[in-house]
Nanobody, 127 residues
C-alpha cells in the first residue's frame, strides 16, 4: 500500500501561482508513474498532468499546458505541480495519484490506471 499526502493548496488570486507537492512518507516511489487530477464542485474528476518514473516523460491536459509544470524528486520521494497563471476555472480539489510502472517509463492520463490516491488538497482561485 502506498500512502500519498498532498500539500500546498490554498487561496490565490487569478494570475497567481501555487506549488502543490505530493509525498509518500516512508516509501520509495521511484518506480511509480505519478499523476495529478482535480475535481471541481459538481464536476467529474479530470486529468491534469502526469510524469513517468524517470521524470523524462510528462503529459498535460490541454487546459493547463504551458501554465502548469509537473516534476519529481526520486530522492526526496516527492512529485510537485507548479501552477502559474492560475484562473478561476482551475479551482478544485487536486489529487495526487500513483501507479507502479516497473521498468516501463510510461505516463497516463487515464484515471482508472492509477492504483493509489491521496486525500486531496483544495485550490481556490479568486477573480
Amino acid at each position: 500500500q502506498v500512502q500519498l499526502v498532498e500539500s500546498g493548496g490554498g487561496l490565490v488570486q487569478a494570475g497567481g501561482s501555487l506549488r502543490l507537492s505530493c509525498a509518500a512518507p516512508g516509501r520509495t516511489f521511484s518506480r511509480y508513474s505519478m499523476g495529478w487530477f482535480r475535481q471541481a464542485p459538481g464536476k467529474e474528476r479530470e486529468f491534469v498532468a502526469a510524469i513517468s518514473w524517470s521524470g523524462r516523460r510528462t503529459y498535460y491536459a490541454g487546459s493547463v499546458k504551458g501554465r502548469f509544470t509537473i516534476s519529481r524528486d526520486n530522492v526526496k520521494n516527492t512529485a510537485d505541480l507548479q501552477m502559474n497563471s492560475l484562473k478561476p476555472e482551475d479551482a478544485a480539489v487536486y489529487y495526487c495519484a500513483a501507479v507502479l510502472a516497473g521498468d516501463s517509463d510510461y505516463v497516463s492520463g487515464r484515471e482508472y490506471e492509477y492504483d493509489y490516491w491521496g486525500q486531496g488538497t483544495q485550490v481556490t482561485v479568486s477573480s
